[in-house]
């Protein structure tokens, strides 16, 4: 309880029945804050469609090494086809060795994500850490080339 002081009365302090609203409005101002921040974090449901890239394009070596998973989800080394566990002695082939040799990752439009992500396993068990993903470039023709 507050007490009024300053009155005619200078003997006697008498309560105050007046409530200090500040530090409740201090206190709803940090929940609303709070809840501004929190809320845009909590949407989880994002439509994600990755077909184009619009980023400058780099210089390609002369000799690019491709690693292609196809539609039917299985995988072509330059323009033959691989088994899955072969993948790792065929490329230490075709790079001579050179773990530090980029190797271009592309995949045909339909094949899920997991599939792509098992590719990217195997590459990185053999060795090869350097994965560039290859993708269409983008026309500026509504999106879709």
Do not use: C, H
Not at 13 to 21: G, S, V, W
Not at 50 to 64: G, I, Y
Not at 129 to 136: D, P
């Amino acid at each position: 309880m507050a007490v009024r002081i300053g009155r005619d009365d200078a003997d006697e302090l008498t309560e105050n029945a007046e409530i200090n609203i500040t530090p409740f409005i201090d206190v709803i101002l940090v929940l609303l804050i709070i809840f501004m921040v929190a809320a845009p974090l909590s949407t989880v449901d994002v439509a994600v469609e990755l077909p184009t890239s619009a980023a400058p394009v780099q210089p390609r070596p002369d000799k690019p090494i491709f690693v292609s998973v196809k539609a039917d989800l299985s995988i072509a080394l330059g323009e033959e086809t691989v088994a899955r566990p072969a993948l790792g002695q065929a490329l230490d082939q075709t790079a001579k060795g050179n773990k530090d040799e980029r190797i271009f990752l592309r995949a045909d439009k339909g094949v899920p994500y997991g599939e792509l992500m098992q590719v990217l396993n195997l590459l990185r068990g053999a060795g090869y850490l350097k994965v560039g993903l290859v993708g269409l470039e983008d026309t500026g023709a509504g999106g879709q080339p």
